[in-house]
């Protein structure tokens, strides 16, 4: 299957897209193709009524190991693809 996604600009070189998720709000997310998973910030949360279901620990860019809340989205869109049921890494403030 191939898919075309409209990149709204890049930061860095990286591409900028717009996601819906939960099918309710739109938020514009960088693309990192060597992240292994998916990272929220505390106010995307927020605004998706997230709650944390548990914690998990992760390398960042710099190799250090870091402990992350974790919970799920109901939904993720880009366009007419979804995918239901996302695990979501919900990152500090920091």
């Known amino acids: ?9 890049r930061v860095s070189g990286k591409p900028i897209l717009e996601l819906t998720f939960n099918g309710q709000q739109r938020f514009k997310m960088i693309v990192d193709t060597g992240a292994s998973g998916m990272v929220i910030t ?37 366009g007419r693809m979804m995918v239901n049921k996302v695990p979501v890494a919900i990152a500090s403030a920091d």
């Open 42 to 78: 505390q106010e995307i949360a927020g605004a998706l009524g997230v709650v944390p279901v548990g914690k998990a620990k992760a390398n960042i860019v710099s190799s250090k190991a870091v402990e992350f809340p974790v919970s799920y989205l109901e939904s993720m869109e880009l």
């Open 1 to 9: 299957m191939v898919f075309i996604a409209l990149i709204k600009r």
